[in-house]
């Protein structure tokens, strides 16, 4: 099989909805890990949204697979993320800030050393020595920082204390996109961010809906029902 054919085999793979992500990954494992990386970076700017959504699946469970194996070939994945968001890349990044996010929450040694990178997104750049944010403008890849800072809050919220960025994240609840304002939502919440309880509780009422991913499924929701549910983890109720 040439790398055309490995790529369209593996391609179809992902986009297979008779199988579940758990079975996409099992038939993965028969591949090499760089192979698979290579094969999905593409599938990370389909407009499909299944198929660029388990592209992010994968991509994370396949560059975890790769940092155990070899994790210097990972730190290059990894930094291949990272240029890709950089303007000198003459790139957009599509799918950059979630598939970075996805390989973290696979891999804790990931994210001890990159989980920084992520946050930075957030930031503006500052006048003192190491203000060194990388803040995002577009409102798609806000979409996707948002959704990776979701998604690492989920199961490595220790990592994102450590690095303060609970307060990172209040400026988000303000935004008119209603899918940041949920998966900010969801942050706080999974962070306890006692700072975001005012905002959580005006956007308890808020009735925008939203589609999100989340572990190989869409799930259709409100702002205000993620704001309630982010309220009830910080020991509040509405």
Request: glycine content about 6%; hydrophobic content about 45%; charged content about 25%.
């Amino acid at each position: 099989m040439n790398r055309r054919q490995r790529k369209q085999t593996l391609l179809e793979l992902i986009g297979r909805k008779d199988l579940s992500l758990e079975e996409v990954f099992t038939r993965l494992a028969a591949y090499q890990a760089q192979d698979v990386i290579n094969a999905l970076f593409p599938a990370l700017c389909r407009t499909e949204e299944y198929l660029r959504w388990r592209a992010v699946s994968c991509m994370g469970k396949s560059v975890a697979r790769l940092a155990d194996e070899n994790l210097e070939a990972a730190r290059v994945v990894m930094r291949r993320f990272l240029w890709s968001l950089n303007d000198e890349s003459g790139g957009i990044g599509w799918g950059a800030p979630e598939s970075m996010a996805e390989s973290m929450a696979q891999h804790g040694p990931l994210a001890q050393e990159y989980a920084h990178m992520l946050i930075s997104y957030m930031r503006e750049d500052g006048d003192e020595l190491y203000q060194d944010g990388n803040y995002l403008e577009h409102p798609l890849l806000q979409r996707g920082l948002l959704w990776g800072v979701a998604r690492l809050s989920s199961c490595r919220p220790q990592i994102l204390l450590e690095q303060n960025a609970g307060p990172d994240l209040l400026p988000y609840f303000l935004f008119d996109d209603a899918e940041i304002r949920a998966l900010a939502c969801i942050a706080a919440g999974n962070l306890r961010l006692d700072a975001a309880k005012e905002a959580l509780t005006r956007l308890a009422v808020d009735d925008a809906t939203v589609n999100l991913y989340i572990q190989d499924s869409f799930i259709a929701t409100t702002v205000g029902e993620l704001a309630q549910a982010a309220l009830v983890k910080l020991g509040d109720s509405v």
